[in-house]
């Protein structure tokens, strides 16, 4: 329970002051009626911060410990007046500045355990939280099971996410600017997660670059996703999914296939990935499993997954949903024009909710200006743009719009203050490529957009193929609005299907069960381009089976 305390207390820590929430926090203060407990805080912190200035002067007073220690219980004091009296009129302030007790993560854990994942030198822990009567002594409706991860070790997680030498890195760098990728490039960064992906996304978008080069480039990111997964399962996602389904010795002979793709088939979990475990794909872990279509059996086979970035964020989540009515949707289409398949993507979004409660501002429209206007209007919120997050400060990270030097970042979305979001959709972005350093904590888009007031989002950990997306948000808008699932369970099964469903199925799937693809969802030219070949050639295969096609989307929140 200790160990649980303190990495909530220091997720909750980090995340609020990354997003500068104190400081916003305080700012309504006055506006809200409660400019005197505003005034008292920030004298108090005032005084505190004067007295530290002074502990290593000569010339402090005498009596300075006994002023520190008063001036430190008077911070205390008001940060304990702001969570009584404004905390008793407006919720947000009610654990103002408070580190999280155990008492205070276990709501959060009633619905669905939670599984804190951390790396540490000796290996890595699993902290599964119970808050339905599992796992606790005896008299003690909870508890907190342990799962040692011996392969989890902070060296062998930074040797999976970059490979490259500094020298090697230095010699990479070189030969992009200059628009090249040489064969031992590929081969220094291959193996690594972030430095093949890295290297992949660069080079493909590089027109200086041969056709060639680019096919060696996707193959080797394939192929580098594919030995990473592997070694989520055996490293840290194997354990947990034991730990957590009822049947023993998973992957090793004995254990029978579970069925795939069933809904509500697997126990559902909220992990809480730390550190650098949060750029990974830990619902796509795999074992190999000859009787599954894939010959594989993935994590969220077991496991309904979604991620929060900490109890905190995911209570708060829940109180949002719980209250918000996902009945009208915002909908921004590539403000740049270089998404191909976007009009198919916005046109099975918009025929789930009713006319007079969507809006649409797409191409030169779609203005951060005006997308602000309209975002606190609509419960739903979807995008088809590029995004992207910035490590070094994590409020810049944003979306693209139609004026290239105006993003929508991170910032504008806590500025709003978007409490009556249930859903916001980034179709087609990726939260994280960092460079060459290695920060020691990634906070992307999905936390940010928490953070800032949704209660769920769907993100890409990658930038992702356009024709296999368009079909994956088809499917999970069906799923979730058509068929009734819930936003996490619609994403896993939209995900199952397109991995596990022939090319063949695809077609009769979409021109029967939903006849009105070919009229509003697939265009004349994009159904010639996205079915014909893989149809027509290729009826019997999977073409978008490898998780590169379906696993870059993960569901954070509720």
């Known amino acids: 329970e200790q160990a649980v305390e303190a990495l909530e207390a220091g997720r909750t820590r980090l995340l609020r002051e990354t997003m500068e929430q104190n400081r916003r926090d305080l700012e309504r203060l006055p506006a809200l009626g409660f400019d005197r407990l505003h005034k008292r805080y920030q004298e108090a912190r005032q005084r505190f911060r004067d007295l530290l200035a002074q502990g290593e002067s000569p010339r402090r007073p005498a009596d300075w410990p006994q002023q520190m220690k008063a001036a430190w219980e008077e911070v205390q004091a008001a940060e304990q007046a702001i969570r009584e009296e404004a905390g008793a ?3 947000e302030f009610a654990h103002f500045m408070e580190d999280p007790t155990f008492d205070q993560v276990l709501p959060a854990a009633r619905d669905a355990p939670l599984v804190y994942l951390l790396a540490t030198p000796a290996g890595g822990l699993a902290l ?8 606790g002594p005896a008299g003690r409706p909870y508890g907190v099971t342990p799962v040692r991860l011996p392969g989890l070790t902070e060296e062998a997680l930074n040797r999976r996410l970059w490979s490259p030498t500094p020298e090697e890195a230095r010699r990479i760098n070189d030969h992009l600017q200059q628009g090249r990728v040489a064969p031992e490039d590929i081969e220094a960064a291959r193996g690594g997660y972030l430095s093949m992906y890295r290297l992949w996304r660069i080079g493909i978008l590089d027109r200086r670059i041969p056709k060639k080069t680019k096919e060696a480039l996707h193959a080797a990111w394939l192929q580098t996703l ?30 029978p296939v579970a069925p795939t793709g069933g809904q509500g088939e697997g126990v559902r979990v909220t992990l809480i990935p730390t550190g650098l475990l949060s750029l990974l794909p830990l619902h796509a872990a795999w074992r190999e499993e000859p009787a599954a279509p894939t ?18 964020a995911l209570w708060a989540a829940r109180r949002i949903a719980a209250h918000t009515a996902p009945d009208g949707v915002f909908v921004v289409d590539n403000p740049d024009g270089t998404l191909r398949f976007s009009d198919e993507e916005v046109a099975s979004v918009l025929e789930h909710f009713p006319p007079e409660r969507q809006h649409l501002l797409g191409g030169e429209s779609a203005t951060r200006e005006a997308v602000l206007r309209q975002l606190p209007r609509y419960p739903v919120l979807h995008f088809c743009t590029h995004g992207w997050a910035d490590p070094d400060d994590p409020l810049r990270s944003g979306l693209r719009m139609a004026e290239p030097d105006h993003p929508l970042t991170l910032a504008n979305f806590l500025d709003l203050r ?8 980034l179709s087609a972005c990726e939260t994280a490529v960092p460079g060459t350093e290695l920060p020691e904590e990634v906070i992307g888009l999905p936390t940010g957009l928490l953070q800032a007031g949704v209660a769920g989002v769907v993100g890409s950990l990658w930038a992702v193929n356009e024709i296999s997306t368009a079909l994956l948000m088809a499917r999970f808008y069906d799923l979730w609005r058509g068929k009734g699932l819930a936003p996490p369970e619609a994403l896993r099964q939209a995900q199952i299907w397109l991995r596990d469903s022939t090319n063949g199925e695809k077609e009769v799937l979409f021109r029967t069960a939903l006849p009105e693809l070919t009229a509003t969802r697939l265009a004349e030219e994009t159904a010639r381009r996205a079915f014909w070949d893989m ?17 870059g989307f993960g569901y954070t929140g509720v």
């Open 89 to 91: 009129v407006y919720p």
């Open 295 to 312: 010959g594989r059996h993935y994590a969220l086979d077991d496991l309904r997954i979604t991620y929060a970035p900490s109890a905190h």
């Open 226 to 255: 594919d030995e990473t997964t592997r070694w989520l399962w055996e490293a840290v996602v194997g354990e947990v999914v034991e730990t957590l389904t009822p049947t023993p010795a998973v992957g090793r002979g004995d254990r």
């Open 418 to 425: 978007l409490e009556g979001a249930r859903l916001a959709v």
């Open 128 to 135: 599964v939280v119970h808050g339905d009567g599992r796992g």
């Open 535 to 551: 149809v027509l050639h290729r009826p019997g295969e999977r073409d978008f089976a490898h998780p590169y096609y379906w696993a």
